[in-house]
């Protein structure tokens, strides 16, 4: 037989494997459970890391998930709407499950993505405040008076003897809040480490200070509806498995998870030393020293509690199980 012959055979028998292949793809992709995962703002904020990494490296495909990310507005926003059905996961902060009980809605933290709180205390070097007391007449920018950055902030204040009344605290939004703080019309900024390393990046030479010093409140977490806890244990945690599969990647080498997040996020391609900066503080404020990832602490969130109803925040305690529960978290 010809060597055209064998090349003909040979030819087609690449075709046929090669359109197997593909359909299998195909039933495979068919086959992923889809979700709808709600977070409190745009997925490419650099806050969103562990989500990002996880869809990047194929985590939540892994657990048989296809996640579609969409935008809510805000932690509350997504609790409520969590709670009604309209996604059976979303993200907030480890605080939100006080506010949203408190208005009666069903959900709770099922992981808290590191023991440090998501907010803190940013202030210009030539201020030099080394304490939440030296912020007496000074101007503070948070990002709204109903966000977490702001309760943080109050809390700092109460714990040296001061109120918001001997603050100027601005609620300057997700932009104005580390812009009027660059441009010093601001001695300091209750921020996430995203804002911290804009105004850095922006030029501010900063000192921080963690709020956990003073105030201890939370990180990020993943909320569920008490109907999925109960009805569907097994999607929660496939969820939260991803999810901090994603964090644990940061910590471990912020520099690849950097290069990993870039490639998802193509939109910081050319500000990969911003990421990688941000990371590392994530990793230095909020993802270190969590004995076990994603595991909620009861008495911090106690303790939280008691602050908010205190400060007619929320008008009384919730049960501290209805809150959250540890039951996906190290496993």
């Known amino acids: 037989m010809s060597n055209t012959f064998f090349s003909l055979m040979t030819s087609r028998r690449w075709i046929l494997a090669f359109g197997l292949a593909m359909s299998l793809g195909v039933q495979a992709q068919s086959s992923l459970k889809e979700i709808t995962y709600l ?72 992981a808290v993505l590191g023991s440090g709180s998501l907010t803190q205390l940013v202030s210009h070097k030539d201020e030099k405040i080394e304490s939440p007391r030296e912020l007496k007449g000074k101007t503070v920018t948070v990002l709204a008076y109903t966000d977490t950055t702001y309760y ?51 030029g501010a030479q900063v000192d921080i200070l963690p709020s956990d010093v003073y105030f ?21 945690q496939k969820l939260v498995s991803a999810t901090l599969k ?46 076990v990832p994603g595991m909620m602490d009861e008495s911090r969130l106690s303790d939280l509690q008691k602050f908010y109803v205190t400060n007619a925040i929320v008008p009384k305690e919730a049960p501290l199980k209805d809150l959250y529960t540890n039951q996906f978290i190290g496993k």
């Open 39 to 110: 977070l409190p703002a745009p997925a490419n904020l650099p806050a969103f890391g562990p989500w990002m990494i996880a869809q990047a490296k194929g985590y939540y495909e892994k657990e048989g998930l296809k996640v579609n990310f969409v935008a809510g507005r805000g932690g509350v926003d997504v609790a409520k709407q969590v709670g009604a059905g309209n996604a059976v996961i979303g993200g907030a902060i480890g605080d939100t499950p006080i506010i949203a009980r408190a208005q009666g809605i069903p959900v709770k933290a099922v």
């Open 152 to 202: 943080a902030l109050l809390g700092m204040l109460s714990k040296v003897g001061l109120t918001k009344n001997d603050v100027n605290i601005q609620a300057a939004g997700p932009t104005g809040v580390w812009q009027q703080f660059t441009d010093k019309k601001a001695a300091a900024m209750a921020g996430v480490p995203d804002w911290t390393v804009s105004a850095m990046q922006a």
């Open 216 to 236: 201890k409140s939370m990180a990020q977490a993943i909320l569920a509806s008490d109907e999925t806890i109960e009805k569907n244990p097994q999607l929660i």
């Open 246 to 291: 994603g964090m644990k990647d940061i910590m471990l080498d912020p520099k690849a998870a950097t290069a990993v997040y870039v490639k998802q996020v193509p939109s910081y391609v050319g500000k990969e030393a911003q990421i990688q900066k941000t990371f590392e503080l994530y990793n230095q404020y909020v993802y270190s020293a969590q004995k």
